[in-house]
């Protein structure tokens, strides 16, 4: 979500190696502003996600472009969060869930590049990695708000 994660989850050569209790604790332990501000991202980016939908099957690719650019850059946190905030994140929340944002971050730039070189297949392909890496990042961080993600008896867990 912002620059600065990104390059020290990139130096740090971080792995996924949370759990769910983890993640849920961490993400609860937020302050209330915080929390606040990342539950606007997350409506943002999902806002985002399903204009793409539209954009990319009718072909307007510089819509698909304009739409990744603006999840890659951020909507709320870039613009919204304080130094403070910024630090609370770092140190309460895991390396994995910083590690996660990272690859969303990366994808995000990827399908903006493809969409402006019109690369149609490619463009289907960095949205699947999108929807994949929210789809993991809320099994491992949001199963209190996506209860479908928490593990059901008989059932193996199928966590990264």
Known sequence: MIRSLKKIALTLGLVVVSTVVQADTSVESLSPELRTLLGKEMQALQKGMQAIIPAYASGHLEEVARIAEKMNNSYILKQN???NQKQELMSKMPK????????FHEYAAKLEHVAKEEHIELVGFYFY????????????????????????????DHHH
Do not use: M, V, W
Request: with cysteine; hydrophobic share 25%.
């Open 81 to 83: 969060i304080t130094d």
């Open 129 to 156: 990695k999108l929807a994949e890496s929210c789809a993991n990042c809320h099994s491992q961080y949001g199963t209190d708000k996506f209860p479908n993600f928490r593990a059901k008896p008989g059932k193996k």
């Open 96 to 103: 994995s869930f910083l590690y996660l944002d990272q690859k």
